[in-house]
């Protein structure tokens, strides 16, 4: 008697693909944003016990990304996306700018935490009260598959307000949603319901969306 077929026994394994970062935060919003791709699987560095951290030693957040991206893609043997951000402002001279430095403008260039980078800023808005700060967000994200060697860099562009008040919630990983707003004098990032955060953050990536999709096929 032949052996019977289970439905299950049908469906392929997923496709692990490799957030590159330490960070769950942000593990944990591409999979919100790519969470609809039934067939693929993220993971973070954490999660396949990747310790290394890749310095970011170039002048661009895309050199930074693809970087990243072939270091632990050959590490892990696992396609992988890194994304990196420069960030500049419409206030700060452009000595000051934090560029491809957005945790680490300050003199020295260590990673500032959180709650240090968060009181960083509100100093920094002391220094530079004018109104309609604005905060222009790029991110380079780099794709690689160390199977084929193939590899792609896209970018995302955000821009973000001042809020209208410093929160006083935080968002692990994300301490600039506790006073940057989509809106300008709006309310925190931090400060919105799961909802319209997933509604915002689609809007923002959404040809980033449509790029990884093609990047799978």
Known sequence: MP??????DLVSPKLKILIATHNQSKLKRYKKLLGFI?????????????????EEVF?????NAIHKARIYG????LPTISIDEALITNFLPDNEQPGVYVRRFLDGKSELSDEVLIDTWQKIFKLYPQADKQFIFNFAIAYYNPQNGIEHTDY???????????SKNRRAGYPMSSFLSPKKDGKPYVEFDQLEADKIET???SNFIKSFQKWLQ
Not at 59 to 63: A, I, K, L, Q, V
Request: proline share 0%; charged share 35%.
């Open 3 to 8: 052996k019977t077929v289970k439905k299950k």
């Open 38 to 54: 039934d067939s693929i699987d993220l993971v973070s560095l954490n999660d396949l016990d990747i310790a290394e951290k890749v």
């Open 59 to 63: 002048d661009t957040n895309r050199e």
């Open 74 to 77: 050959k590490l892990s043997g």
């Open 156 to 166: 995302v562009k955000q821009v973000s307000y001042q809020a209208s008040y410093l």
């Open 203 to 205: 809007a923002n990536f």
